[in-house]
């Protein structure tokens, strides 16, 4: 194994921003190497700012934020991103 979890979670934060365009407020929330170690799966939990629209939205939704969850599929050799998925929580 080339990369180890840290490096496979920097790997992921960086292709996210590189695709979307934009820095993004991201956590680590889940680190999963396969049992045949040849990928690394990362959780992203992605902040999109607060619910709803406006002043309205964010009293309404108690200044809750959305947060969406991205897997990324790293290969651990190379760590390339094989894939980015949504995951459903």
């Known amino acids: ?20 365009g934009e820095p993004a407020k991201l956590t680590i929330e889940e680190i999963e190497l396969d049992e045949d170690n040849r990928f690394w799966f990362i ?11 406006g002043i309205i939205g964010s009293i309404g939704s108690m200044g809750s934020r959305i947060r969406d969850y991205k897997i990324f599929k790293i290969d651990s050799n ?4 094989k894939s980015m998925k949504i995951r459903k929580v």
């Open 1 to 20: 194994m080339s990369i180890d979890a840290r490096t496979a979670a920097k790997t992921a934060a960086t292709y996210y921003e590189a695709i979307s």
């Open 43 to 53: 959780t992203l939990g992605i902040s999109d700012g607060y619910g709803g629209a």
């Open 78 to 81: 190379t760590g390339e991103v």
